[in-house]
């Protein structure tokens, strides 16, 4: 039987000016492959922030195996992994330092150290960039000498470096060309992957396409801070897909 890895029960999100999420309730099984649709400002950020742990919800409860979060040890909040819409980069590093930092958590401080003064041994790093596809030339780089579509794959190689067992991505295929989108799909979704390096078993993306919903195998669609629909992807009818984008 499937466990449960996360679970929302009632949880409502917003601030004196708005409401955000409106009681959400909504479980993470172990190896779904969950695509959260929904238009610009329905709310995806927010609720892949609470998933996270990184936002507080004003009411209800976010719990992790069973689990509340906040009663989570660190070496288990480890196993939740988020590559951010904002990217969250940090420029004056280089490409392969930022991808080292995916690795931080599971490091001392030593390592830390010797990354930020560029002295780490990058060769993991760099496996995880050619995994994403990107060019030995730029290991070395600066992040403001490479385009935005390298700095996106360099986030969702950094996502990647820290071997969640759980993956958010909020709309991680911006600046991605068609070749890329389909690539980077394949090894989150599909895991592809001829390395042989360990991708989370369990993936949550949000996205406004839905010609990319091939390969998943559950659909979120929110729609106004509320949760629109929950189904299968077999089960999911174009009159939804049309209705949460009116």
Known sequence: MTSTIIELKNVSYGNKKINILNDINLQIKE????????????????????????LRPNKGQLKFYNQDYIDLHINQKRNIGTIWQDLRLIEELSVEQNVNCGL???????????????????????????LCQLSESIYSK???????????KVAIARGIAQEPKILFA???????????????????IIKKNSSKIKLPSTVLISLHR??????FDRVIGIKNGKIF??????????????????
């Open 31 to 54: 190896n779904e492959r969950i695509a959260l649709i929904g238009k610009n400002g329905s709310g995806k950020s927010t609720l892949i922030s609470i998933l996270n742990g990184s």
């Open 104 to 130: 931080l958590g599971r490091e001392n401080f030593l390592f830390a150290l010797r990354n930020l003064l560029n002295l780490s041994n990058f060769k993991k790093a760099h496996k995880y960039l050619e």
């Open 142 to 152: 600066n992040l403001k000498q490479i385009s935005g579509g390298q700095k996106q």
């Open 170 to 188: 909020d709309e991680p295929f911006n600046n991605l060309d068609p070749k890329s989108i389909n690539q980077i799909l394949n090894l989150l």
């Open 210 to 215: 839905i010609d990319l919903l091939n390969g």
């Open 229 to 246: 629909f929950d189904l299968e992807k077999s089960k999911l009818s174009k009159s939804k897909l049309i209705k949460i984008f009116c």
